[in-house]
């Protein structure tokens, strides 16, 4: 049973171009976490989803920044027009439906921009 | 909103018991506590989880009071290899998530 897969491992972008990160949960997990980490810093919770909906955005910033978990494919982060601020470790974690305190975490996307 | 906080930093030695305490004053009444442990470059790896009481598994064990306000990780006999960051996760009563800020042990020989 794969754990949670995150691609690409690293990014590389230029001031205003646009990332996009990509998760794929556990089998069997419908909830899936994204959290940003800045280096030296804890896990800042971003947005949680379930397939198709958003149930928690809080900790996403208002602009630039969206998350998607379609019905089938991974989870999608994009960031739009980045900065050099959005520079961070970017990890997705899932978990079972019944258990949300549970999760998974992938190996994190290390986002460089230049 | 009340907050999940924790100790920034803590010192031990090989062979000690280490004890984290996480606070989170204003946990949700049906959710977990959940403890992660970090190493760099990598995702944080689950370590424990409990409701109340006492818990243990072979790696740790997880001690929460009755009024489930704060919660104990408790590390027997560490290694140099337990030199990691260890959050704790919890809901608070809003149903946010919302992890500690990590608490980064390091372990001397």
């Known amino acids: 049973n794969a754990g949670v897969m995150q691609n690409p491992r690293h990014l590389v972008r230029r001031r205003g171009q646009e990332a996009r990160l990509r998760c794929s949960p556990m089998?069997?997990?419908?909830?899936v976490y994204w959290y940003r980490q800045l280096p030296e810093e804890g896990l800042k919770f971003m947005v949680y989803l379930q397939k198709e909906n958003i149930i928690d955005e809080s900790g996403m910033p208002k602009e630039r920044f969206s998350a998607e978990f379609p019905k089938e494919g991974p989870s999608i982060l994009r960031i739009q027009q980045v900065v050099r601020g959005d520079s961070a470790a970017y990890f997705c974690a899932s978990s079972p439906p019944e258990l949300k305190e549970t999760q998974y975490f992938g190996p994190g996307t290390r986002l460089l921009v230049l | 909103l009340a907050k999940t906080t924790q100790p920034i930093s803590m010192d031990s030695y090989e062979g000690q018991e280490v004890n984290i305490t996480c606070s989170h004053n204003n946990i949700a009444t049906n959710d977990y506590i959940t403890w992660y442990q970090q190493f760099p470059s990598q995702g944080p790896r689950f370590i424990i989880q409990?409701?109340?009481t006492k818990v243990t598994n072979e790696v740790a064990s997880l001690f929460i009071p009755a009024d489930r306000k704060s919660s104990t990780l408790s590390l027997p006999r560490v290694s140099l290899s337990d030199t990691a960051v260890y959050y704790c996760l919890a809901y608070n009563a809003g149903n946010m998530l919302t992890f500690g800020g990590g608490t980064r042990l390091m372990v001397k020989p």
């Open positions: 089998k069997g997990h419908s909830h």
């Open positions: 409990g409701y109340k």
